[in-house]
Structures are given as C-alpha cells and as structure tokens.
C-alpha cells in the first residue's frame, strides 16, 4: 500500500477509532492530533506498519474470522524502508527502535565443525581442580560435562578414584553410557541403590544418595569401595541442594566427603554461588575455587508467538540482557493485549 | 482464536522459520499426549529419508532396550517427527528419545515443565506456553533459576549459532514473571538440613556424641544461620554503641533500678481508691441518718426520707423534707444537729420516698416539734484522720528519690530501656540461631532414645546397630515394623506389596486391584503403626493398589509388563518409578544380613522376582 492510500483511508477514520489502532505502536499517540498521527502512522517501521495495514482493512472485509496463515497477506514481507519523518525522530529520541523480526531470526544456521577449542572457564576449572577444590554455576549448556570429564581423565590418569553423583537414576544412566564409550565399559562401574556393577571400577557413577550411605558406612568402618584411593568427586546439578526433600543429602555428602578428595560441584546458575564457596572455603581442606557466569556460549533470544501463528520479537532489544529490566516489543504487547481481551471475555475488553 | 497455538500449527510454523529442533514445554503429562495425538489425526509425514533415518535409530536402541519394540507411538514419531517426553513414559522410551534428540533427528519434543532437570538435551528453539508449575497440588509461578534451566535448553553448543526460546500463550500465563526470569538473576539457594533418624543413628555409629556439635555446625545449613547471626550481632554492636551514655551510674544497673522504682511510683499513685472513704465526721453521722429522724439544717428542722449515694456526688446525699413543706436533697455533711427523735412513716421506693398523705402528715409533724429537741452526741473517730500520713514513703525502698542521678535516670530511662529490650530480644535470637540444629538433633535423638534405639548416654544399643542401615525415607515405621517382627516369616510378594505402599508417595490415581486377604490384613495393621507413630514421622500413603500391583508381579511370575500395565490406570512410567523405588527399600532391607537373615533372604528373592522385562534393562 502506497503511503497515498494508507493516508487517505485514515483520513477517512474517526479520531477514536485511529487510536484504537495505534495503541501499542505509536507511543503517546492520544497527544497527538489526527494530522500527526497519521504522519506518525506513514513512518512506522515497516513490519508494524504491514500489520497495521491489515488492522485497516480488516474491518472493510467484514469477515472476522482469523485469516489462516496460508490467506493472510504476508505480514512479514520487508517493505523498503520509509523516509524517517519529523515524528519518528521525536518518538525515539529515548529508545532505539524496536528490532523486527527478520532481525530476531538473523544468523540462524549450523555453524561449520570447527575443532574444539575449550573456554577460558573450563581450562581455569580445570587446573584449578589440582589443587582446589572448585564450584562451577554456570548457565545451562555451556559445557559442563567437558570440565567433568577432563577433570576425571586427569584424575584417572594418576590412578585416583573418581566418584560422579547426579541426583536422578536417569542422568546416572546417560552419564554411565557416555562414559563407557570414552573410558572404556570397563573402568566405569554404576552402583544404584540395589545393584553394583563394576564397583571396583576406577570411575563409578551412583545418585547422590548412595554416595552419601557409602561415606557412611566407611565413618562406621565398613568400607567396600576404594574410597581410600578418591581423588575426586563431582556432584553434579548441585543446585539440588536446595532442594526440599533431598537437600541434606547433598550437604551430608560434601560435610562427610574425605578431604584427601578434590570436589567438583556443577550446578547451573544460582543467586549465591559466593556463599556456597565460602562455605565449602570454611570446612574443607583446601580453598574453594569460584567460577560463576552468565555468559551463555550460544547466545539466546527471545521471541513471541501468537495463537494465530504470527512471530514477533519479545522484547525491544534483540539479546536478552541479565539484570537491566526488560521492555516488551511493541508488536508483543499489542497482541498479547488483544489476546486477553478475547480470552478474558467481556469484563476484561477495553 | 484458540486459547492457545495447536500444536501441529505449532511446529508448522517453527519449522517454516527453521527453529527446528525444538523442546516444548507444556504444562502438564495429558497435554504432551493430546500434542502427539493431534499429529496423528494429520495427513502428511516427514520425507521418507527422515522417517527411514529414525526407525533404524530406533531400531538400534530396540537391541539394548527391547521394551522400545511395539511401543505404540514408535510409528507416530518415525512419520511426524515429534515425541513426547515424560515421566509417564518407561526410561527406556525417554533414552531413545534423547538419543533421537541428540542426533538431530526429531522436530519437537513435548515435555513437562515439572521435569525440567530431567530434560537432558538441548534444542535449537524451547517453547514455553505457561508461567506457573504444580507444585506439590499447588500451582506456583516459575522461579528465575527455573526458567533459565528451561531456557538454557534452547541453543546447542557447536550446532546452532543462535539459540531461541519462544513464549506463546495459553490462559494463566504470565508474561511478567517469564520476562523476569529471562532477564533476571537466579535465586539464592536456601539450604535445606533436615535431621532424620538414620541421619542421628549413623552419626552417632561413627562419632562419639560431643563431637556431634561441632559436626552439625559444618552444615551449610549452619554456614547460613551464621551469616543471620553476623547481621544480627552487628545490630547488636550498634546497640551496644548507643548504650555507653547509659553505663552504671550510682547503682550498677540502674536502668532495672529505675525501672522497679519507676513502676512503684506508679503504683502509689494509683493507689487512692476511686471513693475516697468519707470524711471521720461525716462516717460517724452516717449510721442515725436513717428515714424518718428528725435533723436540722442550717434552715430549721427537717426529716430524712432517704439516704444514698449518688455517682456524681462525693459524699452521702439525703432526701429531706423542711418543716416549710419543700422536698430537697443534701449532702450528709451539711448536717448540723441529728435529734433523738424519729418520726415513724413507712418509706416507698420511689419519689417522693412516701405516699403523699404521709408527707403532708410528716410537714404538719415537723412544725408541731418542741425547738429544744434532745440532740444525739456523735463522736467522730479522730484515728482515721492520721491514716494519711501513714502512707509508706518510697525512699523507705528506693533510694531513687534523693539520688544525685535522679534527674538524668528519669531522662535517659525510656531511650535505654527500649535499647535494652532490643538487645536482649537479639542475644535470644542468636543463641537460637547457633543452637537451633543441635537441638533439633537432640529432640530427635531423644525419640530413637524412647523407642529403644538409643542408650541414654547416646550409644547405639544392638537395635540401633542395625536400624541405622536402613537409610530411606518412614525409616522410623519400617525399623519399628521389623522389631515388632512384623515380617517374620512373611512372604516375598507380601514384603514387596508393603515396601511398595510405604515407598509410594504420588498421589496420582490408580485403579482398584484385587488383592489377597493377607495383604490386606497387612496394610490394615502397617497403617495403625503408622498412625501410632504419627507424631514421630509423617505417615506414608499406604496406597492399596500400588501395594497389591506390586503384589501381582511377585506372586505371577509369568505376568507380562504389558498385561500388567493394562491393569491399572497408572502410566507405565508411574509403575517403573513405583517398582524402582520398591526394590530401592528392599535393597536397604536387603543390607540386614547379619541381624536379619532370614527377612534379608526374603527382600533377596522377592528383589530377584522383581527384575524382569523392562525392569531388567537399565541397571
């Protein structure tokens, strides 16, 4: 639509119903007269602009079913950019534009293998474990499981014994699966809280629990694994300490773990990591180490997705940004608003 | 438009946009399902190449998992690509499913939001459609640390360049706690030390009981009742820094002096009765002004028609009537002469204290009276009049009154008190901080101490030796049911059946199962010693059907996995997790070999029995 016939059906609207309309998408819009608004309207960015077109006509089509995704006219398809008018500039003066969608879903794709190179966190993780014992909360899926079992090669290298707890069955299993295949089905054993297998073996993986009864029984002097020989134990998704039901276990593990072992706890982020390691610092034999970030290694964005399949970014900004608030995407709030007003009913409609 | 996106709607979309693979979160088993089963009611599947790709991933997995062969949805996920995953589903199912995830291969994982932590693959997009999660039969919002585990999904590590997590709506989402948990900071985490009774039993195995102290105060639990008590005795620093002006003065603590001196001042203050007693004078008339005498006032004679007393006046009032014929009240002490004469006439209660004809009689009586009427002598007792100097005077007690520092003590008194209260309410407050877990230790020591497990000076007696090996959750009923010998002679089936009630503690409905009269008889008697021991441990659920369920697979040994999921309504993966934690508590049953050989042998062959098929695949 030519910025000629958006202007002229506009004009033809009432004052009231152009607010309606941009409601969401002009800030301030009910300062504005008719004449600014429109100019205001005409120098939208264009996806906003596309489905405000769709908003004008829809009413002339009389038909207020939702169009399938397949009818609809293309919300999305990039118009060339429109001369920034007076009004533009004057709206964003505080805030950067909102980014659309193409710009959300930029950089999508595979990136090519490259050869693995570790993260600073995980090589500091790592070296540190010679000597300290070390926390790491970092986000989900930034690589724990390399720190664990490069930690645990070391380990098995200079013929320690090597305990991984995780605090379900299941996870026990898939570490078990995957440690077999790099060190061999024969230097990893599983202890479950009726079976052992492999329980001389240099690496055994177990839950939480059967590490803690196996500190136990070696307190009241019934050892029957190598504990004497443990170089290291990893614990992790140690955030599980605070769990309800089956927190103390974690704590009964790390109070009674014999102090000739290192300690590797993996947790995902957690508010107080500082005061986890100052704790571990104040009973165990050597210092604790910290390492504690944000930074996830795949960057994540954030995108809403209405019940009639359209796509739009969720917040302003493209990144999602930790601790600095947050603002909603213009297109965001608009449709969430109107999702309500229908699901709601009546009560709730504006 | 729909309450919220349809799920194949969904996924066409995501992968129009190329957002594939992708994990969605629903909220709750049943949603999972009806997603897969809406793909089912779909024309169209994937490429053949795909769908070949992903039976022989299955069909791989089927060698070490045989329970994956004819799972019913192996043909739904080979065509559309996409599986549910939960905790409904056998660990087998799940394992096959990561696999398939991990190699790229499906295009939608449904899952709940309940078994974030369970969810151990990562995706390119994660779909969050709702804010809040049941919480023990509660919904509460997400926690920022929860939704960055369910955002932390999206995005794989060496295959996505961008990871994305897409919010859609359902009704009761909240968009605000999802956008503060996606740009927020986690929560701290609290610590949760709880004491139990095996916790006690095996501290006390390996530690002699003065050492118990010290170990409990290396609990995190400790660590952050610590820092409480940092904060707290540096308010207490500050206190203690406001109280040097109010240091020992004349006496050394004189803020409890004043106090005390303070409040018996008060006291004498308020010690003057609300009627003061009448003054002697007027106490020694009060007995002759009775109705009918004849007085004068200071306008003649008159005669009393009543006497009372009055809440607005202080002293005793009359009601007289003058010799001119007018009625008045006056006070008692306006008396001037009381006359040994009485004129008789019988009183009313109301006014005018009399009939009328008799007032008129008593004027006409008043004028006839002879003016040299004998008046009566009242002596007034004059001993009551030095009851006022009498009072005890409160330098008797307190030296306060003539105290050099008396001034400034009434000055700062009100300022040092309120500082002393606080700090004494603090010093409390860390004393039960420092203490609190050692007597938590203490009380439940005391019950094992009750119940025979422990000898007073807190050694292990030979129960206790024995009970501090079983490590599990209702360790208190399952140790008192042993030791009431319970179990003697039982059979495997039956000691299954009960681990299985006592372990079970999902609510979940199941449907009812026959059972034998003797598992019944069981139950019954577990859960009166159950009850009985209530106030000690939380009584487990005692379900009838998981316990007759677990009874049926002992006491067949020919009964298929699949003829006994078809029995009851639970989900499969419900009845693996159920019989999973039953051989756990056998197991713990199992370790009595010493003092229990003949039950051990028991959880032995019934743990045996247990482990077959699908029980029998993962170790």
Redesign the interface.
């Known amino acids: 639509m030519t910025n000629e016939e958006l202007t002229g059906l506009l004009q033809a609207l009432p004052l009231r119903q152009l607010h309606d309309l941009t409601r969401g998408r002009v800030h301030r819009h009910f300062r504005l007269g008719k004449r600014r608004l429109i100019e205001v309207i005409l120098s939208l960015p264009p996806e906003s602009r596309s489905l405000l077109e769709v908003d004008v006509l829809k009413p002339k089509r009389q038909s207020p079913h ?1 169009p399938s ?1 397949e009818n609809s006219p293309q919300p999305f398809v990039a118009k060339p950019t429109q001369k920034k008018g007076r009004g533009k500039a004057k709206l964003s003066a505080s805030l950067e534009p909102p980014i659309t969608v193409s710009e959300l ?1 930029d ?5 090519t ?2 050869p ?1 190179h570790a993260d600073p966190w995980q090589i500091e993780a790592i070296s540190k474990l010679a000597t300290n014992d070390v926390i790491a909360s970092v ?5 724990k499981t390399y720190v664990a079992i490069e930690a645990t090669r070391r380990a098995l290298e200079q013929d320690q014994t090597v305990i991984y707890t995780s ?5 026990s ?2 570490k ?1 699966m995957e440690f077999s295949q790099l060190f061999g089905a024969d230097r990893v054993g ?1 202890l ?4 052992k ?1 492999n329980a001389q073996a240099p690496l055994l993986i177990m839950t939480t ?1 059967i590490l ?2 196996l500190l ?1 029984d070696a ?3 019934q050892i029957d694994v190598r504990l004497n020989t443990l170089g290291l134990v990893i614990l992790d ?1 140690s ?1 599980y ?5 089956r ?2 276990v974690w ?2 593990t ?2 009674f773990c014999p102090s000739q072992a290192r300690l590797l706890l993996l947790s ?5 990591p500082q ?2 390691s ?2 571990l610092t ?2 165990r034999a050597v210092p604790c180490h910290l390492i504690h970030h ?1 930074n ?14 359209v ?1 739009v970014p ?2 302003r900004t493209r990144d ?7 603002t ?1 995407h213009p297109e ?1 709030k608009r449709l ?1 608003a109107q ?1 309500e007003g ?2 709601l009913g009546h009560r709730n409609r504006r | ?6 799920p194949v ?2 996924v ?2 995501l992968r129009r ?3 594939t693979p992708a994990i969605v979160f629903l909220t709750s088993r049943r949603a999972c399902d009806e997603a897969i089963s809406a793909f089912q009611r779909q024309e169209g599947s994937l490429p053949p190449e795909r769908t070949q790709a992903i039976a022989t991933v299955l069909e791989q997995l089927a060698v070490d998992y045989p329970s994956i062969t004819g799972h019913p949805l192996m043909e739904t996920v080979a065509q559309f690509g996409v599986a549910a995953h939960h905790a409904g589903h056998l ?1 087998s199912w ?2 096959a499913i ?1 696999e398939l995830m991990r190699q790229g291969q499906l295009d939608a994982v449904f899952a709940t939001t309940t078994l974030a ?2 969810v ?1 693959f ?1 995706a390119r997009t994660v ?1 969050i459609t709702q804010s809040s999660v049941r919480k023990a039969r509660d919904f509460s919002d997400l926690t920022v ?1 929860e939704i ?2 369910l ?19 359902s ?1 009761y989402i909240d ?1 605000q706690v999802l ?2 948990g ?13 004491i ?1 009774y095996p ?1 006690v039993l ?1 501290l006390l ?3 002699p009981l003065d050492h118990i102290e010290g ?1 409990l105060a ?4 400790q ?2 009742l610590n ?1 409480r008590v940092d904060v707290h005795q540096n308010s207490l620093d500050t206190i203690h820094q406001d109280m040097r002006p109010f240091g020992p003065r004349v006496c050394t603590d004189w803020i409890s002096q004043w106090q005390v001196y303070d409040q018996a001042r008060r006291r004498h203050s308020q010690r003057r009765p609300a009627s003061q007693p009448d003054p002697p004078g007027t106490a020694a008339k009060l007995p002759f002004l009775t109705p009918g005498r004849v007085i004068r006032v200071s306008k003649g004679f008159a005669v009393i028609l009543r006497q009372y007393r009055s809440r607005g006046q202080r002293y005793p009032m009359l009601s007289i009537l003058r010799a001119k014929g007018t009625m008045t009240e006056s006070p008692a002490m306006m008396v001037n002469h009381i006359y040994d004469h009485v004129l008789e006439f019988t009183t009313l209660r109301a006014f005018p204290w009399c009939s009328p004809t008799t007032l008129s009689h008593l004027t006409h009586e008043l004028t006839q009276l002879p003016s040299n009427l004998p008046v009566l002598p009242v002596l007034a007792d004059e001993e009551q009049q030095n009851e006022e100097s009498l009072t005890p005077v409160l330098t008797d007690e307190f030296a306060c009154p003539t105290c050099p520092s008396q001034p400034a003590c009434r000055k700062d008194h009100a300022v040092a008190l309120r500082l002393r209260q606080k700090e004494k309410g603090i010093i409390k407050t860390i004393h039960a901080l420092r203490t609190g877990l050692w007597l938590r230790f203490q009380k439940k020591s005391h019950v094992l101490h009750k119940f025979g497990y422990l000898t007073a000076t807190s050694e292990l007696t030979s129960e206790g030796d024995w009970a ?1 090996l079983i ?1 599990i959750d209702h360790s208190l009923l399952i140790t008192e049911l042993i030791r009431m010998e319970a179990f003697a002679a039982i059979e495997p089936a039956l000691l299954a059946a009960v681990m299985a009630g006592i372990a079970h503690d999902d609510d979940r409905p199941g449907s009812y199962q026959r059972m034998s009269p003797g598992l019944s008889t069981m139950l019954h008697q577990v859960r009166a010693v159950a009850d009985s021991l209530a106030s000690y441990e939380d009584p487990p659920l005692l379900r009838t059907d998981v316990a007759a369920l677990t009874e049926q697979w002992i006491s067949q040994p020919t009964l298929s996995w699949a003829n006994l999921v078809r029995k009851t309504a639970m989900a499969e993966g419900d009845v693996y997790r159920l019989f ?1 934690r039953t ?2 508590f ?3 049953i ?1 370790t009595l070999k010493i003092s229990h050989p003949s039950l051990a042998e028991t959880a032995i062959s019934a ?1 045996t029995t247990m482990r077959r098929e699908v029980l029998e695949e ?2």
């Open positions: 939702q995704l879903l950089g999508l794709g595979v990136p293998a490259q693995f986000p989900t899926g930034s690589g605090p379900l069955k299941a996870l299993n898939t078990y599983i479950t809280g009726d079976r297998d629990e803690r009864n136990y307190a009241s002097g998704e955030q300490l605070a769990d309800p039901e927190g103390v704590e009964e790390i109070i995902a982020s957690i508010g107080n005061d986890l100052s704790w104040s009973i944000q996830r290694s795949v960057p994540l964005r954030a995108g809403y997705l209405h019940p009639d399949g796509m969720f917040f999602i940004t930790k601790g600095r608030g947050f909603f965001t969430l999702y229908e699901t | 438009m729909p309450p919220a996106i349809h709607q969904l066409e979309v946009k190329q957002l660990p799940k394992i990561e932590a369970g151990d990562p779909v640390g960055q585990q955002a932390g999904r999206g995005g794989r590590r060496g295959k996505d360049f961008v990871g994305f997590v897409m919010i859609t709506p009704p968009l956008s503060k996606l740009t927020g900071f986690p929560e701290a985490i609290e610590s949760q030390f709880v139990s916790m095996n195995k390996a530690h170990i290396k609990s995190f639990a660590f952050q820092r501090r490590r999973a051989i756990e056998l197991s713990q199992q743990i993962l170790p």
